[in-house]
């Protein structure tokens, strides 16, 4: 697919680089189960092991031990599908061959035999995360290159956001419709072993039909190739891009270390432990609303002006969990609708931002490297669900509170202070990170009219 060449002084050009709903509909498909089901780890993957015996500070160490696999992991994927050379498409195979690894690791994670243990969770674990860093690196890879324009990668990752909002969505309303009927599906156990049903079918099914529907970029269009080490040391020097994916990784612990509390958080703090998943239902439409609100508002402000002003929110919303207590579960549940619409700006803008960076780093070292840079993504994304969860329960062990027993009301207090201050201040961090972020629109014009003229320098010739 070839890129459309923006001209000087204009910061985007639509009509050239737009690409079609059908296209875009069945690239974002891929994010439905596989966000889905990514989400339901967060919520729902510690407590359930929890239930089932296994320790909880065994849960927290084996959350955060199984990224050290992925340091070695994802950039390999990374770097092998950069220069991967087949005609058919080089993030394509990798997204295929990645489906039924993730899809086979989501149903014996989720639907764990009777004696689960703690070396069990470990084993499929580090499976699950082999698969997703197979399709999650090469398919952001290949959504970054669907188009060069700033404002329609926003659209793409717009689709995609919402595409994985969905499917958390769809995640929960399915136990609940089943739960209505039969009286089962309102424990965390049993949303796994549902979501791990449809995962196990969906994933191959999508990702085939992305195949054979969207483009990969041509097998020509790599650019020279320098070696990895002087790669990474000009990765290194994009300030940007550090920048932008310490932000990235600050304020994704927010939300992963709320989800992991949120089953305790419903049973201890609100008193209620069956509507949960019921109550979220009412959450993820607030956030495919948000991400529409914050992708239209990143079109008059730019990205990372928008993405502030979400997490300013975001901060100012997430404290308010203290006022919540016993019984209180509508205002709980209006809470949730507010952070919602602010976590729309958590996800969708900052990874249209990093499509950005990749083209800085692509001027300065004259490389098509976007497999290398999601790979650190991936790792950033990885190291916030383990570290996130991993807090959460070491934290819970800490202060003494008990996942299966009675808690004194200092250990329940202590879980309404990590629930609701501690991703406050991880907010306030990331806004700090983002103040005065350099690329801007402008800023980025200037960087593909470089890159046009670079190619057009090397489609003429000597």
Request: proline share 6%; hydrophobic share 50%.
């Amino acid at each position: 697919m070839s890129e459309a060449v923006v001209q000087p002084g204009h910061p985007s050009t639509p009509a050239a680089s737009r690409l079609p709903n059908r296209r875009l509909i069945a690239y974002a498909l891929i994010e439905f189960p596989v966000g889905g089901a990514m989400n339901a780890t967060s919520l729902f993957l510690g407590f359930h092991y929890a239930s089932l015996g296994v320790d909880l500070k065994q849960i927290g160490l084996i959350l955060m031990a199984a990224r050290l696999i992925d340091v070695l992991i994802d950039p390999a994927v990374g770097l092998m599908s950069d220069r991967t050379r087949i005609k058919w498409g080089r993030r394509k195979v990798w997204v295929c061959a990645g489906a039924p690894v993730f899809a086979l690791a989501c149903w014996n994670l989720f639907v764990p035999p009777e004696g689960v243990t703690a070396v069990y969770f470990a084993g499929w674990l580090v499976l699950f995360w082999l698969g997703f860093s197979m399709i999650n690196i090469p398919y952001y890879a290949w959504g970054a290159e669907l188009s060069p324009d700033y404002h329609e990668r926003t659209r793409i990752t717009t689709w995609r956001t919402i595409s994985g909002t969905l499917g958390s969505f769809a995640f929960l309303l399915i136990p609940a419709i089943r739960q209505q009927i039969s009286g089962v599906g309102g424990q965390p156990g049993e949303v796994l072993a549902i979501v791990a049903v449809v995962t196990i079918f969906a994933v191959p099914l999508l990702v085939a039909f992305a195949a054979m529907n969207v483009p990969d970029r041509d097998v020509g269009a790599h650019g020279q190739q320098v070696p990895l080490l002087q790669g990474i040391q000009v990765m290194g020097r994009n300030g940007p891009f550090l920048r932008l994916l310490a932000a990235f990784t600050i304020v994704g612990l927010g939300p992963v270390l709320q989800g992991a509390m949120f089953p305790f958080f419903m049973e201890h703090v609100v008193g209620n432990s069956t509507s949960g998943p019921k109550i979220l239902l009412i959450y993820y439409p607030t956030v495919a609303l948000g991400i529409v609100v914050w992708a239209l508002l990143a079109r008059r402000i730019d990205k990372h002006r928008a993405w502030m002003t979400g997490m300013t929110m975001m901060a100012f919303v997430t404290v308010s969990y203290m006022l919540v207590g016993q019984g209180d579960l509508w205002l709980m549940v209006s809470i949730l609708g507010l952070s919602g619409v602010a976590s729309g700006a958590l996800s969708a803008l900052p990874a249209s931002m990093k499509a950005d960076v990749v083209d800085l780093d692509a001027v300065e070292s004259g490389e098509d490297r976007a497999g290398l840079f999601f790979a650190a993504w991936s790792l950033a994304v990885k190291f916030i669900a383990a570290v996130g969860q991993g807090l959460a329960f070491t934290t819970l062990a800490w202060i003494g509170f008990e996942a299966k027993g009675t808690n004194t009301p200092d250990e329940i207090f202590g879980l309404r202070v990590f629930y609701s201050a501690g991703p406050m201040v991880l907010y306030v961090i990331a806004l700090l990170l983002v103040w005065g972020y350099p690329i801007t629109s402008k800023r980025h014009a200037e960087l593909r009219e470089q890159l046009a003229t670079r190619r057009n320098e090397r489609a003429s010739g000597p």
